[in-house]
């Protein structure tokens, strides 16, 4: 479980998805959770030293009185720079919560709600998700979203650059021009996306959702750190700046262009409106993209 979390994830959200077995897998995980106390607590290399030093991590997280964060990302928002804002500025180990993006588990959720943990995904608002995280206690969700136009555009260059995950379909991708590209993911991940966001704005009914938008991060990044931060709510004499702001050539070689409307360049006329069209009329206003 752990190789999977650290190095397979994609591959294994993919294959559950085909497979639509994410729930009888996730079930299996929370009925074999009271054997395995800790699986959920996942080192960054596997080893005994770095499990060891995890769980003292964590010790000293929930001591200091740390909450959890629970930060949940749309693909292609620059996920993992933002979710080191929380993760290297508080020192907090990874407590996983959920399968990759498909289910909850229960009991992984309510270990986390403890406190002094931190892991992103990019999980799907189901109403089981919701309901899960719910029950389980999590007193906040941070969701972090991308302008549709934007969003896109990364996904078309991150899969040309580094495949599909599917390979029945690679080699026929690669042979696509850039419009058919985006024609392909304008008809079947823009849909996609538009729902994902629209099921996390609909989750505030259950849950203490706040949004954050990759426009903000990519426009003035000290400023979104101090906005992070204290939605986070942890306590501040514990929050390293300089590691929250680092640059690492190990989690940021995905990192592009890191331009907020690049798309603006690289999209025609055309493209772009036919983006603007299916964004819902409430999201302009919820996170101030403009038309």
């Given at each position: ?13 993919s ?5 639509d077995r ?11 959770y009271?054997g ?11 080893s ?17 009185g740390?909450p ?6 749309q693909?292609?928002s ?5 979710a080191?804002?929380?993760s290297?500025g508080?020192h ?20 986390l ?11 799907n ?20 979203v991308?302008?549709?136009r934007?969003q ?7 899969f040309?650059?580094y ?13 696509m021009?850039f419009d ?5 993911l ?8 538009v729902?994902?966001i629209?099921?996390?704005?609909g989750a505030?009914?259950a849950?203490?959702?706040s ?16 906005l992070?931060?204290?939605?986070y709510?942890?306590?501040?004499r514990f ?6 702001l680092?640059r690492r ?11 907020a ?8 006329a ?6 603007n069209?299916a964004?819902?009329?409430g999201?302009?206003?919820e996170f101030g993209?403009?038309?």
């Amino acid at each position: 479980m752990h190789e999977i979390v650290r190095n397979h994830s994609f591959a294994v959200s993919s294959l559950l998805h085909r497979l639509d077995r994410p729930d009888e897998i996730a079930d299996m995980l929370s009925d074999l959770y009271p054997g395995t106390p800790g699986i959920n607590l996942v080192p960054p290399w596997p080893s005994t030293e770095h499990a060891s030093q995890a769980s003292k991590m964590r010790d000293v997280a929930l001591d200091r009185g740390l909450p959890a964060a629970m930060l949940i990302t749309q693909a292609k928002s620059g996920s993992i720079s933002v979710a080191q804002v929380l993760s290297h500025g508080f020192h907090l180990p990874a407590v996983v919560y959920a399968l990759s993006v498909g289910r909850v588990i229960a009991p992984w959720a309510l270990d986390l709600s403890r406190g002094g943990g931190s892991y992103v995904t990019h999980l799907n608002p189901t109403p089981k998700n919701v309901a899960l995280l719910a029950a389980s206690g999590i007193r906040h969700v941070m969701v972090h979203v991308r302008d549709p136009r934007g969003q896109l555009l990364s996904l078309l260059h991150h899969f040309s650059k580094y495949g599909t995950g599917n390979p029945a379909e690679e080699a026929k991708w690669q042979r696509m021009s850039f419009d058919e590209k985006f024609e392909m993911l304008a008809a079947d991940a823009l849909p996609l996306q538009v729902e994902w966001i629209r099921g996390w704005l609909g989750a505030r009914e259950a849950l203490n959702v706040s949004f954050t938008t990759y426009e903000q991060f990519a426009r003035n990044p000290e400023a979104f750190v101090d906005l992070l931060v204290a939605r986070y709510g942890g306590d501040t004499r514990f929050f390293d700046r300089d590691a929250a702001l680092g640059r690492r050539a190990e989690i940021d070689y995905h990192f592009r262009k890191g331009k907020a409307d690049s798309w603006k360049d690289e999209l025609n006329a055309t493209q772009i409106q036919r983006i603007n069209a299916a964004i819902p009329g409430g999201f302009w206003r919820e996170f101030g993209w403009t038309p």
